[in-house]
Structure formats: structure tokens, C-alpha cells
């Protein structure tokens, strides 16, 4: 079964063709992160224009990757939410076209459901992975811990009560006037920084263990900033690189320390990860220092971030799930789609 998906919620366009929810013939993506950059972030008026621009070219391009033919996709899969309402609109009425110019299916999928499909594509089979499992979502929208009973069965243990992690990544990153996105940058500066320098710590919620909340960081971020800066004088690169040090070590050992406790408390040891964030090779390495007792999965680069691969996995099982039945027409875009 040839699926293409269709990926549109931020600020990547991207189109797959995906064979029985596991051979990835193409993946095209067409980042917009050099358009948004000086701005600090995603701005989504702009966001939504692009995807209008590129969204046909980048479809074709990965049909053509693939060798395949328009006619021969059995089933369209298309993010539906959560994301940016007029950006999710773009991909999902280019789906909902393309299947009835086609007569063929189409379906919605879960955008953080399919970062945690990503994982998946390259361990099948590989690495023996069993369910329940658990599932940390850490994007630059999200950061959440889920125990996935299955593919396309997911029970949400705890989220974030304010920011993502990511978005703390990208708001750290300007603050020190570093452009979007932040992650990747802070992390290679970190290399170079002192992470004991600031005693920065990720916030812990009130009878709720598991839950994350990163704003106060962001803000002794922003208050050791201010201390750095208040004689006018710049950020030197020392004291930007330990800033990088410091916070990337605060946000990862708090994911770390909840990933660990969930772990204990499930009697789960296996977990996958997906979202941009879990891109870091800093994450990955001080999971297997500070958590060798987990049995982590994680996605290949091309997979972590946002990409149609992993819509057009996960739309197959779900198409399979609903008894190949797809999504009727009428389905609408969910900005704030939830577990
Ligand atoms: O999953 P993604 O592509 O988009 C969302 O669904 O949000 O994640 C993008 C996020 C951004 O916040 C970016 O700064 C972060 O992933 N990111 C990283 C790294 N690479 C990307 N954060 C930390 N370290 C990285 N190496
Ligand atoms: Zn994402």
C-alpha cells in the first residue's frame, strides 16, 4: 500500500511516499527556518504563505523521488492538528484534493502521535521492541510522556503545564541573540561552556511529579542575563556559551530525572522518542550516561524533526486501525489537537 503524506503544521512543508507504513521511498522536506530566523521564531502569517508556495512543487518532487506516479498512491495521510491553524490548512486541503481528484482515501493524523511513530522506521525489526512502551515526546511545541499500549494507542502521563522544551531551547537562544531555531546552536556552543556555571534548574508542579515546566528557567535564564548585562556591557562568548552549557544540562537532567521515575513506576524499561529536541546527540548521550538502565529508541536525524514520513506511517496503521475506512471530507483542522 503507497501512501503519500503530507506534513504542514509549523514551519516545514513536507511530503512522503511511504510503502505498508514502513519503507520510506521519499521524504522531501522544505524548511522555512532561514525565513523566520531573524525573527525569533515561527511567525505564521508567513508560515502559511510559504506552505502556499512550495506545497505542489515539494508533493511532486517527492512523487518523482519515489518513482511513483499520482495514480498509483492508495491513501493520502495529512497532519490535522495540532499545529498552526492557517498552516494545517494548507496541507490538509491539498489532501483532501488530491484524494478526490484520485477517488482514493484520505486521513488525519496526530502530529504528536507521528513523532512517536518516527522511531519506529528505523528499529523495525532491528531492535526487539515490545508494548507497552513508553513514549517522550520533546518538540519545539511539545513535551510530553505517554505510555503507548500500540501503535495509534497512546495514554498520556504528563505534560508540559507552560512552555516546551524547545521553546525554551529558542527563547534561550535569542535572549542571548542567537537566531531560530535555537536548539541545534545551543548545543554546539554548549560544548564549549561550563554547565555548573549557573545553578539553572527546570521547574517541578505541585503534586504532579511527571509534569514538566520550563518557564522558569527561561526566566533565570533571563535574569542571569540581566546580572551579565547590567553595567551595558555585552555577553561575552564565554559567558553565552556557559549560559548554553548550563540551561541545556538543566532541561535535559529534568526530562532525564522524569523519564527515570515514570520508568520505576510502569515497571517499563523500553521508550521512544521523537520531536526535533530529540535530535540533540547531547540528549541521546546523557540518556545512555544518566539512564543506562533505559532502553532507549531513538529516530534517525531526517526523523526527528517535522517531516511526512512519519504522517504517512502513522496514517497507515490508523487507515488499517479504522478498518480501511478513511476520514469523511468534512474533517477539520485542530489547532490544539491533544492524546
Ligand atoms: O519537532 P520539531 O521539528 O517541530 C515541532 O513540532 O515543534 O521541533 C523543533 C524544535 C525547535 O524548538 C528546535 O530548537 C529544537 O526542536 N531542536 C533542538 C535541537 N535540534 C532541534 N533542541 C535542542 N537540541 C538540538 N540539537
Ligand atoms: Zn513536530
Same mark, same amino acid.
Given at each position: =500500500?503507497?501512501?503519500?503524506?503530507?506534513?504542514?503544521?509549523?514551519?516545514?512543508?513536507?511530503?512522503?511516499?511511504?510503502?505498508?507504513?514502513?519503507?520510506?521511498?521519499?521524504? &522531501?522536506?522544505?524548511?522555512?527556518?532561514?525565513?523566520?530566523?531573524?525573527?525569533?521564531?515561527?511567525?505564521? &502569517?508567513?508560515?502559511?504563505?510559504?506552505?502556499?508556495?512550495?506545497?505542489?512543487?515539494?508533493?511532486?518532487?517527492?512523487?518523482?523521488?519515489?518513482?511513483?506516479?499520482?495514480?498509483?498512491?492508495?491513501?493520502?495521510?495529512?497532519?490535522?492538528?495540532?499545529?498552526?491553524?492557517?498552516?494545517?490548512?494548507?496541507?490538509?486541503?491539498?489532501?483532501?484534493?488530491?484524494?478526490?481528484?484520485?477517488?482514493?482515501?484520505?486521513?488525519?493524523?496526530?502530529?504528536?502521535?507521528?513523532?512517536?511513530?518516527?522511531?519506529?522506521?528505523?528499529?523495525?525489526?532491528?531492535?526487539?521492541?515490545?508494548?507497552?512502551?513508553?513514549? =517522550?515526546?520533546?518538540?519545539?511545541?511539545?513535551?510530553?510522556?505517554?505510555?503507548?499500549? &500500540?501503535?495509534?494507542?497512546?495514554?498520556?502521563?504528563?505534560?508540559?503545564?507552560?512552555?516546551?522544551?524547545?521553546?525554551?531551547?529558542?527563547?534561550?537562544?535569542?535572549?542571548?541573540?542567537?537566531?531560530?531555531?535555537?536548539?541545534?546552536?545551543?548545543?554546539?556552543?554548549?560544548?564549549?561552556?561550563?554547565?555548573?556555571?549557573?545553578?539553572?534548574?527546570?521547574?517541578?508542579?505541585?503534586?504532579?511529579?511527571?509534569?514538566?515546566?520550563?518557564?522558569?528557567?527561561?526566566?533565570?535564564?533571563?535574569?542571569?542575563?540581566?546580572?551579565?548585562?547590567?553595567?551595558?556591557?555585552?555577553?561575552?562568548?564565554?559567558?553565552?556559551?556557559?549560559?548554553?552549557?548550563?540551561?541545556?544540562?538543566?532541561?535535559?537532567?529534568?526530562?532525564?530525572?522524569?523519564?527515570?521515575?515514570?520508568?520505576?513506576?510502569?515497571?517499563?524499561?523500553?521508550?521512544?522518542?521523537?520531536?526535533?529536541?530529540?535530535?540533540?546527540?547531547?540528549?541521546?548521550?546523557?540518556?545512555?550516561?544518566?539512564?543506562?538502565?533505559?532502553?532507549?529508541?531513538?529516530?534517525?536525524?531526517?526523523?526527528?524533526?517535522?517531516?511526512?514520513? =512519519?504522517?504517512?506511517?502513522?496514517?497507515?496503521?490508523?487507515?488499517?486501525?479504522?478498518?480501511?475506512?478513511?476520514?469523511?471530507?468534512?474533517? &477539520?483542522?485542530?489547532?490544539?489537537?491533544?492524546?
Amino acid at each position: =500500500m503507497l501512501v503519500l503524506g503530507i506534513e504542514t503544521s509549523c514551519d516545514e512543508t513536507a511530503a512522503a511516499v511511504v510503502k505498508d507504513g514502513i519503507e520510506i521511498l521519499s521524504n &522531501e522536506i522544505a524548511s522555512q527556518s532561514s525565513l523566520h530566523a531573524i525573527y525569533g521564531g515561527v511567525v505564521p &502569517e508567513l508560515a502559511c504563505r510559504r506552505h502556499i508556495d512550495v506545497i505542489i512543487p515539494v508533493i511532486d518532487k517527492a512523487l518523482k523521488d519515489a518513482g511513483v506516479e499520482l495514480k498509483e498512491i492508495d491513501l493520502f495521510a495529512v497532519t490535522y492538528g495540532p499545529g498552526l491553524v492557517g498552516a494545517l490548512l494548507i496541507g490538509l486541503n491539498a489532501a483532501k484534493a488530491l484524494a478526490i481528484s484520485q477517488k482514493k482515501p484520505f486521513i488525519g493524523v496526530n502530529h504528536i502521535e507521528a513523532h512517536l511513530y518516527a522511531a519506529l522506521f528505523s528499529h523495525k525489526g532491528k531492535i526487539p521492541l515490545s508494548f507497552p512502551c513508553l513514549g =517522550m515526546v520533546l518538540s519545539g511545541g511539545h513535551t510530553a510522556l505517554v505510555e503507548i499500549k &500500540e501503535i495509534g494507542k497512546y495514554e498520556l502521563i504528563s505534560q508540559t503545564v507552560d512552555d516546551a522544551i524547545g521553546e525554551a531551547f529558542d527563547k534561550t537562544a535569542k535572549m542571548v541573540g542567537l537566531p531560530y531555531p535555537g536548539g541545534p546552536i545551543i548545543e554546539k556552543l554548549a560544548k564549549a561552556g561550563d554547565a555548573k556555571k549557573f545553578p539553572f534548574k527546570a521547574g517541578s508542579v505541585k503534586g504532579l511529579p511527571l509534569h514538566f515546566s520550563f518557564s522558569g528557567l527561561k526566566t533565570a535564564v533571563l535574569y542571569a542575563i540581566q546580572e551579565l548585562t547590567k553595567n551595558n556591557s555585552p555577553l561575552s562568548q564565554e559567558q553565552i556559551c556557559d549560559i548554553a552549557a548550563s540551561f541545556q544540562y538543566a532541561a535535559f537532567t529534568d526530562v532525564i530525572k522524569k523519564a527515570l521515575i515514570c520508568s520505576e513506576e510502569k515497571k517499563i524499561r523500553q521508550i521512544i522518542f521523537g520531536g526535533g529536541v530529540a535530535n540533540s546527540a547531547t540528549l541521546r548521550s546523557f540518556f545512555g550516561a544518566l539512564a543506562p538502565e533505559l532502553d532507549c529508541f531513538w529516530p534517525e536525524a531526517t526523523l526527528s524533526l517535522d517531516n511526512a514520513a =512519519m504522517i504517512a506511517g502513522l496514517g497507515y496503521h490508523k487507515f488499517r486501525e479504522k478498518k480501511r475506512v478513511g476520514d469523511s471530507l468534512d474533517l &477539520e483542522t485542530m489547532a490544539a489537537l491533544c492524546w
